[in-house]
């Protein structure tokens, strides 16, 4: 959890629901769509931003039910760093971020290297990069760019597309991968 607590649900309440909720085991690669699709009975994220310093471990999803002041907070998290600029992340996002963390059955958080951008942050990012896309699904709080310490970027990215829920891409240079709910694609090495 994070440091603070919303008023709409207390800490107390969410432990008791986790404490209440049996929670499986991982699934294989194989079973990843399913797990999208309702495999879980709690969803949680856990990442940290390099860039602010935050961290965040957040259980976003329970029985079927998205959680709309931990949403909040997860968009919160994933703002533009350079302006504060924050945008609702689409949930399917945090769902493939989420399936693709347990596929790994990796302990240590995300560290997100990009979640939503301004269209002033992408514009500034092209300038700099030819693998900036103009219409950047970053742009509208559909895209995630992660690495873990623990997992190569080949791992991270078998995992996201193993979903088969949306992009997956591999910026090996960089050390990260990027994922989004947008149509289903791959491409780097």
Not at 14 to 25: G, K, N, Q, V, Y
Not at 134 to 149: C, E, F, I, P, Y
């Amino acid at each position: 959890m994070t440091d603070t607590c919303s008023s709409s649900f207390s800490r107390r309440a969410l432990l008791r629901a986790f404490s209440a909720t049996a929670i499986t085991a991982a699934p294989t690669y194989s079973m990843a769509a399913g797990f999208l699709r309702g495999g879980g009975d709690i969803r949680r994220l856990k990442m940290y931003n390099g860039r602010t310093g935050e961290k965040l471990d957040m259980i976003y999803w329970i029985d079927g039910q998205y959680l709309g002041d931990a949403i909040r907070e997860v968009n919160h998290f994933m703002r533009d760093w350079r302006n504060g600029q924050v945008k609702q992340i689409d949930t399917r996002t945090l769902d493939i971020m989420t399936a693709s963390h347990n596929l790994l059955h990796a302990d240590e958080p995300y560290t997100l290297i990009s979640g939503y951008r301004s269209p002033q942050t992408n514009a500034m990012l092209r300038s700099n990069s030819s693998g900036v896309a103009r219409n950047s699904l970053h742009l509208q709080g559909m895209a995630a760019d992660l690495q873990l310490r623990s997992r190569s970027v080949n791992q991270i990215a078998q995992a996201a597309a193993a979903c088969r829920a949306g992009g997956v891409g591999r910026y090996s240079g960089s050390n990260f991968v990027h994922m989004d709910c947008g149509n289903v694609r791959s491409w780097g090495r």
